[in-house]
């Protein structure tokens, strides 16, 4: 089946600690995109990547880093120097054109600092 | 500024009630593109339909139903005849290529419950 895979759905972290969110799609999609969503908000972009080895800050991306190595993967990397991590992180992915294309999600991976 | 407001927080009905989300949006571009998405409990954002701004047709699918009026700059979502599957959080969106970059801006969505 096509889709996108998101794992852990569920991850804790000491404060301090790096951790990585993976994101992973079958659909031969170009472009991929990491959400962040807090309770009670909608969904605000982290980051966006529009082909293999590009990517571009969203509106929060203080904190996170990602890479783009494989069209397929595009994996999240949660810093100690994000201050407030605790929340839902959703990935998403698109045909290839950022400009027009519906973009599609993962599960998600709800994330919790001890 | 918000460019997608959903001012409904929660919608509460009984089945088989209709329900309509308000989505009101602000934007300068000529060409943009609206969209709504519907997350139910697991998280698992589900598309629903999206309208290109030159595409003022109505649109139903099922008991789904989209009205958008430009005039206004709305794009309300109806459900006809609800059902308890129906509960979710309901969010709307807004892209505007030559603008903002891109990017999909997103309401603070609508919860629904349907009650049965």
């Known amino acids: 089946d096509g889709g996108i895979t998101q794992s852990p759905k569920y991850l804790f972290r000491k404060e301090g600690q790096n951790v990585t969110l993976s994101c992973e799609q079958n659909?031969?999609?170009?472009?991929m995109y990491w959400y962040r969503q807090d309770p009670g908000q909608g969904l605000r972009l982290i980051y966006y990547s529009q082909i293999v080895n590009d990517f571009q800050k969203g509106d929060i991306a203080e904190g996170y880093s990602v890479s783009r190595e494989k069209k397929e993967s595009f994996p999240l990397t949660v810093t100690s120097a994000q201050k407030n991590p605790t929340a839902f992180y959703l990935c998403?992915?698109?045909?290839?054109?950022?400009?027009?294309?519906?973009?599609?999600f993962g599960p998600g991976t709800r994330l919790t600092v001890l | 500024a918000q460019k997608v407001t959903q001012a409904q927080t929660e919608i509460s009905v009984v089945e088989k009630e209709d329900v309509t989300l308000d989505c009101v949006y602000e934007?300068?571009?000529?060409?943009?593109?609206l969209f709504w998405y519907k997350q139910p409990p697991s998280g698992e954002l589900v598309f629903l339909i999206r309208r290109n701004s030159f595409d003022e047709q109505n649109e139903i699918s099922g008991r789904y139903s989209w009205n958008f009026q430009k005039s206004t700059s709305s794009f309300n979502f109806t459900i006809t005849a609800s059902q308890v599957v129906d509960s979710a959080v309901y969010f709307c969106?807004?892209?505007?290529?030559?603008?903002?970059?891109?990017?999909?801006?997103f309401g603070a969505g609508t919860t629904v419950t349907v009650r049965a």
């Open positions: 659909l031969n999609h170009d472009a």
């Open positions: 969106a807004l892209s505007e290529p030559p603008s903002n970059d891109y990017k999909l801006s």
């Open positions: 934007t300068r571009d000529t060409t943009y593109y």
């Open positions: 998403a992915s698109s045909r290839g054109d950022v400009r027009t294309d519906t973009q599609y």
